[in-house]
């Protein structure tokens, strides 16, 4: 039980450490946090980056529904774009991050086609992160059940 205790975990500080981080799909803060709360309280990490998700998924969706208005208020949008940057650079996503920087641009530009095209590239970024980022979750909470296993 030691022995698969110690290779999932290693696994998974592989998974996001050294694979993401090669991928750009997180940076070094994600693993910063990730060690900081691995050490102290890893089943919060999970929930850190469910609630993420959550968030990011509830923020696409409102400017999704706002640029879709005829005569979309730019002001309105960009305040959502950097809200999902912020929350991006805490955890640190690095390619929701990037389609960040497009997406303030398009607002900036105030541009429909533009922002559309822009938000069409943070979707995808998005979904490809989440994807990882769920993977990455999966293997955690593997890794708490084979320790709570141990500690019985």
């Known amino acids: ?58 923020i696409l969706s409102e400017l999704t529904s706002k640029s879709d208005l005829p005569n979309a208020d730019y002001s309105k949008l960009v305040v959502l774009v950097h809200k999902l940057n912020e929350i991006s650079l805490s955890i640190g996503t690095e390619l929701v991050k990037h389609a960040c920087a497009d997406l303030i641009q398009a607002c900036d530009q105030k541009n429909e086609q533009r922002f559309s095209q822009a938000l069409g590239w943070m979707k995808h970024e998005f979904s490809f992160t989440k994807e990882k980022l769920e993977t990455y979750t999966k293997m955690e909470q593997r890794i708490l059940r084979v320790k709570n296993k141990q500690q019985n």
Not at 36 to 49: K, R
Request: glycine letters at 4%; aromatic letters at 12%.
């Open 1 to 58: 039980m030691e022995v698969e205790y110690s290779l999932l975990f290693e696994t998974c500080k592989y998974y996001m450490g050294k694979c993401q981080i090669s991928l750009g799909v997180v940076n070094d803060q994600f693993s910063q946090i990730r060690t900081l709360n691995s050490t102290e309280e890893p089943a919060s990490f999970v929930q850190l980056i469910n609630t993420y998700l959550v968030d990011v998924e509830t």
